[in-house]
């Protein structure tokens, strides 16, 4: 793979400099090349206007530093980089057609921006026809604010109409000066038959804003793996729409301390919730969402699920909402799809440990913990078979 040194442009890296224009000229040259790395020595790069790279026609595109907080891209109120593709079956490799791919890894990008429309890294296979571009993959990368907590980005990272992205080893806090503005992560797929599937997250943290893991319709397959995102109001936000139906949301190995829902799908099927942690944030001091409800796990029209071996910790009697249970689950009577919920430790609730609504069955319950729960669990449903 070509490298293209910003510095061998004209960039400086010295924090004070405007590097926009080197960085532009590095660019064009990796375009021409028909692809390449795009490298960021140490230092501090100040760019005032987005980057964008057309993929359309490249090999492999990289962004590349020597390493997180080492070379810091600093962008001002502008986006940041933005990587886009024209038509083409991009998963063939025969024919001549090229098999480009994505590629950003230990770099800083931070912003001054105090506004609520910047995103700092933005893959979008958006216009693509056929399966779209494969493996955009993010690592050891840091999103956040420039020197302030007043600073932030509303948006880290957007994977749109892409198969088999991979976050790894990354860091994000967007929350700007709201402990709750911004999203870390959005999966968006523009189209149902993009095939937009398995976005793995693994090992990273997520510290404050609005939503750490945001998707939408038409997404299938988020695997996250030994990720901490603490302080935040949604943990993983997966809504497919009042029709839609997706699969599968798998967890290990996590630990999540939100205010409102910690996980919350709607439409969300076969998927595993296992191994981790989920506090309620709203026994934090000073937090100005405390009084909203709050629900760890939030599953409507879910099926063939498992979550097992969780512990989920509210604030009990010392709540300071008026509503807080720990799984709530709604509208999962499939026939031909079971659930099962077993070997958690559900302690502190102010409310329910565990609820199984009305329009629930096939939903095997038990054996579960409870401790200090007002009421350890509901069963509104038919059919469920209870073992606590």
Not at 255 to 277: F, M
């Amino acid at each position: 793979m070509d490298v293209f040194n910003v510095k061998s442009y004209g960039a400086t890296g010295n924090g004070s400099t405007d590097d926009t224009g080197a960085v532009n000229a590095a660019r064009n040259a990796l375009v021409a090349a028909g692809g390449g790395a795009l490298y960021f020595p140490a230092g501090i790069y100040i760019l005032s206007q987005s980057i964008t790279i057309d993929m359309t026609g490249q090999k492999a595109v990289s962004i590349k530093g020597d390493g997180m907080e080492v070379s810091e891209i600093r962008f001002t109120d502008v986006d940041g980089f933005r990587a886009t593709a024209g038509a083409g079956n991009y998963w063939l490799r025969a024919g001549g057609q090229q098999f480009a791919a994505f590629h950003a890894s230990d770099l800083t990008l931070s912003t001054t921006s105090t506004s609520n429309t910047r995103h700092a890294l933005w893959f979008d296979g958006g216009s693509l026809v056929g399966r779209p571009m494969p493996s955009p993959t993010i690592s050891r990368v840091a999103f956040r604010g420039a020197t302030t907590m007043e600073e932030g980005w509303w948006t880290g990272l957007v994977i749109q109409d892409a198969s088999n992205s991979h976050v790894t080893d990354c860091e994000f806090i967007v929350c700007g000066a709201e402990k709750f503005k911004g999203r870390s992560i959005v999966y968006w797929t523009s189209a149902n038959g993009k095939d937009a599937t398995d976005h793995t997250i693994t090992a990273c943290n997520f510290v404050y804003g609005h939503t750490a893991v945001l998707a939408t319709q038409y997404c299938e397959g988020i695997y996250m793996t030994n990720c901490s995102i603490v302080g935040v109001k949604y943990g993983v936000y997966w809504d497919c729409g009042e029709n839609g139906a997706e699969s599968l949301l798998a967890m290990n190995n996590c630990h999540i301390n939100a205010a409102v829902r910690n996980i919350l799908t709607r439409g969300v099927y076969d998927s595993s919730i296992s191994n981790s942690l989920f506090y309620n944030f709203n026994s934090t001091a000073g937090n100005s969402n405390g009084s909203e409800d709050w629900i760890a796990i939030d599953m409507n029209r879910t099926g063939s699920t498992t979550i097992t071996g969780n512990i989920i910790r509210g604030c009990g009697s010392a709540a300071t909402s008026s509503y807080e249970n720990g799984i709530v689950i709604q509208n999962a009577n499939n026939a031909d799809r079971g659930m099962t919920i077993l070997g958690n430790t559900v302690e502190k609730i102010k409310n329910t440990g565990i609820w199984l609504q009305n329009n629930t069955s096939k939903i095997v319950l038990g054996p579960n913990a409870y401790a200090q729960c007002a009421s350890p669990f509901i069963n509104s449903g038919t059919g469920n078979r209870i073992l606590d």
